[in-house]
């Protein structure tokens, strides 16, 4: 396992932008797919975006393409997801987790950060 700890979430304009940390702890991070995922209060837990371990693929959330970009630096043990252009619909805790498989599932990630609220106004 790995522990994960998120930040930078915060409350943005409609059109706004901002960019979620995800530090690690451990020797092992460069060997976990990395990703992200968000709930909103009343929704189930949904993929945003996911990368590989050496950050060569990534996979977007059709609500977050174009919009939405994540990347990481394994020497900094750290995982990003720098979010433009942001909607009110965005607003949800953000969930940094690590997988050891490449998938969008929520059940395939074996380690989970706590979250960090990002809350979008109209």
């Known amino acids: 396992q790995v522990q994960l700890v998120e930040s930078g979430g915060g409350l943005v304009e409609a059109g706004g932008s901002l960019r979620l940390s995800c530090a690690a702890s451990?020797?092992?991070?460069?060997?976990?797919?990395m990703g992200w995922f968000r709930q909103a209060p009343g929704n189930e837990r949904e993929f945003v975006a996911a990368?590989?371990?050496?950050?060569?693929?990534?996979d977007y959330a059709d609500s977050v393409k174009g919009r939405f970009t994540i990347s990481r630096d394994n020497a900094k043990n750290t995982v990003y997801l720098q979010m433009n252009s942001l909607k009110p619909e965005d607003t949800a805790v953000y969930y940094c987790a690590a997988a050891k498989t490449w998938r969008t599932q929520p059940y395939a990630y074996n380690s989970w950060g706590q979250g960090t609220q990002v809350t979008v106004s109209s």
């Open positions: 451990g020797r092992t991070f460069s060997s976990f797919h």
């Open positions: 990368i590989s371990w050496s950050g060569g693929s990534t």
